[in-house]
């Protein structure tokens, strides 16, 4: 009579099973491990055609494939360019060619007089500078810092990618689910129309139960065709999420719903803000920044007291090489140089008013810094009382659906016996079937919120 029975809900197996010793340890020792749900559902797509894609494959792309990724890559391949062109202006340059030159008609001599002569000159060598400057010196170190916060960026922008990746597809998993719920239900809604209008032929019916039973299965196919409606729409945002052929229709590979647990709802709040502030790399790109800027502050501080030195050979048109008047006629000729220099930019008012201005962008940063800390703060007890919360709802919709269950059971049979009405048979589907969503929903949310969790720690989702 009913498929139902024999699936019993693509959630349940209505007696939970425990998580397997090969799944992942949770990250933190729970006292009291989550209740596993495991589902039954069928190999084969919800949908005709679907493209089969897994947990995994999904977490894969999102590090990937996603615009967010590609820009936070971007931002370090610039930051390490500028961090080579800081190290680049601490080390000498270099001139290596030749020069021609020559001069005829009127030229002033050393005491002023204009006097007419030919000349000409000839020079092949190189020429090359050591600069020593203290900001230049502050500069290298400041990008250094600033390479190390787009690296923590990028981190976070992957993690970030991973976690909303991964409730993406549990949203298309439990869309999937709730589609052979519906598909179930208009089953035994289909079933019970039978009876109803076998038992009007043979005079132990009335006609109105039939009526009953028919506006039944009309509802299921509604639920049907708005839970398809649902699947294909998870699968066009994942499919956008991970930059993929919105086109297709993808269909979550795994063959069962049950929560999984890497961090245990129990765990004590001072642990995890311990753990994600200690590991997130959005707190440690903030750290570096704030870094980047005391150099930044330093360097304008104590910068104009440090003179800057010059060194080199090279200068007055010369440098190492030969010289002469033309290539047959070339000498020797070394010219070396140094110099110590102390800027002063507007009588000192310039130095000043930098030193100002670089104090005042490390106090921002330091602002910024503790706003960035408190935010992570907020983020994770937000996700812990996700956790938390569905947690406890698995239990809960677990109890709603086998009372669910027990009751289309009493109600069922009370119709047989002809004791019983089609509308205590309706009513108790509908519950079940209500009762069997709310499970799927708090089960994906669950393992929705762990995902987000793991994030808010600082944690690399696993694949």
Sequence with gaps: MRRLAALSLLVLGACAARETPERRRPLFASSEPVIAVVASAPPAPVISGAVPIDLPSVLALAGEKPNTIRLAREKLALADALEDTSLAGLLPSLVVGGRFQRHNGTIQDVGGAFIETTKQDTFLGGTGEVVLDASGVFAYLRERQRHEAASADLEAATNEGAGRAAAAYFELQGAEAEVEIARDGLVHAQAFEAIAASRERNKVGIALDTLRAQ???????????????????????????????????????????RPVTFVAPETPVAKLVETALAAHPDIHAAERRVQAADLEDDAARLGPFVPLVRAGVGGLGGGLGYDGTNLGALRDREDYYMAVELHLDGLGLGEVARARAAGARLRAERVRADDVKDEVIRLVLEAREAVRARSAAIQVARDELDAATEARSIAEKRLEQGTGIALDVIAAEDERTRAASRLVQAITGYDAAQYALLVRLGEPPPR
Excluded at 225 to 253: F, G, K, N, P
């Design 215 to 257: 506006a039944e299965v009309a509802r299921a196919r509604q639920d049907v065709i708005l839970s398809e409606e649902r699947a294909r729409v998870a699968s066009i945002r994942l499919a956008t999420l991970l930059r993929l052929d919105a086109t297709v229709t993808l269909h979550a590979a795994d063959d069962r719903v």
